[in-house]
């Protein structure tokens, strides 16, 4: 566990295979002011991990952000039956042996009962996936999951080298997978105005799940990351 800022750690995790390639996997930890303790994308759960989180206050919140952050999910519902879990609708459909206190739309009804510290939206444009972006406003940190992936070339043999880099998804030009984008062929006037709210929010950090952390100028590497969007793949 490495402490980011104020009030938010980050936690990572064991790799796991997809599409071939080993992912690293990661969860953030965000304090809110009540003691309570939200976690995006829990990583496999320890009791070791336990331990250090209870350190930190008591877990409340379990975010599943996407459809495909969903698989450990279950075993801190075991350890933590107080804690509300939400996730997106396609990870609510996904998962329904889940039980889930809430979607995570862009409503502007509902109430989140984080919002006063943590903003929040669904990605939304693409048929494939949907992804619920958070920010943590107190110390300016992005909070993303599959939306930029950015591995460090080390991370991966030659070979996966070559397949990464095709992807798009190797540091320091990491940009959301070359799948996910050619999704966006109908839908990206709306990723547009998605990307100019977090924009608009001027995050000073980005964290994922997958790669390395910009830890400086993170609205400028947003910017670059998704030039994409202004032009056909």
Same mark, same amino acid.
């Given at each position: 566990m490495r402490k980011l800022a104020e009030d938010i750690w980050i936690v990572e995790g064991e790799a796991v295979p997809?599409?071939?390639?080993?992912?690293t996997t990661r969860m953030t930890v965000v304090r809110l002011d009540d003691g309570g303790l939200w976690l995006h994308?829990? /990583? +496999?759960?320890?009791?070791? #991990?336990?331990?250090?989180?209870?350190?930190? *206050?008591?877990?409340?919140?379990?975010?599943a952000p996407n459809? #495909?952050?969903?698989?450990?999910? *279950? &075993?801190?519902?075991?350890?933590?039956?107080?804690?509300? !879990?939400? *996730? !997106? &609708?396609?990870?609510?459909?996904?998962?329904g042996d889940l039980v889930f206190d809430g979607a995570l739309t862009?409503?502007?009804? @509902?109430?989140?009962?984080?919002?006063?510290? /943590?903003?929040?939206?669904?990605?939304?444009g693409s048929p494939a996936m949907q992804e619920c972006v958070f920010f943590h406003k107190k110390s300016a940190v992005l909070i993303v999951t599959d939306?930029?992936?950015?591995?460090?070339?080390?991370?991966?043999?030659?070979?996966?080298?070559? /397949?990464?880099? *095709?992807?798009?998804?190797?540091?320091?030009?990491?940009? @959301?997978?070359?799948?996910? +984008? #050619?999704?966006?062929m109908f839908g990206r006037a709306e990723?547009?105005?998605?990307?100019?709210?977090?924009?608009?929010?001027?995050?000073?950090?980005?964290? @994922?799940?997958h790669g390395e952390i910009v830890e400086t100028e993170a609205t400028a590497f947003l910017k670059r990351s998704f030039r994409w969007l202004s032009k056909a793949e």
């Open positions: 997809f599409f071939t390639l080993p992912y994308s829990p /990583i +496999r759960f320890s009791e070791q #991990l336990a331990s250090q989180l209870s350190a930190l *206050g008591i877990v409340k919140y379990l975010i459809h #495909l952050h969903h698989l450990f999910i *279950g &075993e801190w519902q075991g350890r933590y039956p107080n804690a509300s !879990t939400y *996730g !997106t &609708e396609q990870v609510i459909n996904k998962r862009n409503s502007a009804n @509902m109430h989140w009962p984080w919002q006063e510290f /943590i903003e929040q939206t669904l990605f939304t939306l930029v992936e950015n591995f460090s070339i080390e991370h991966f043999s030659c070979c996966h080298r070559l /397949i990464a880099k *095709g992807v798009g998804i190797l540091a320091p030009d990491g940009k @959301m997978p070359i799948d996910w +984008r #050619l999704s966006f990723a547009r105005n998605h990307l100019a709210t977090i924009l608009n929010w001027q995050p000073k950090v980005l964290v @994922m799940a």
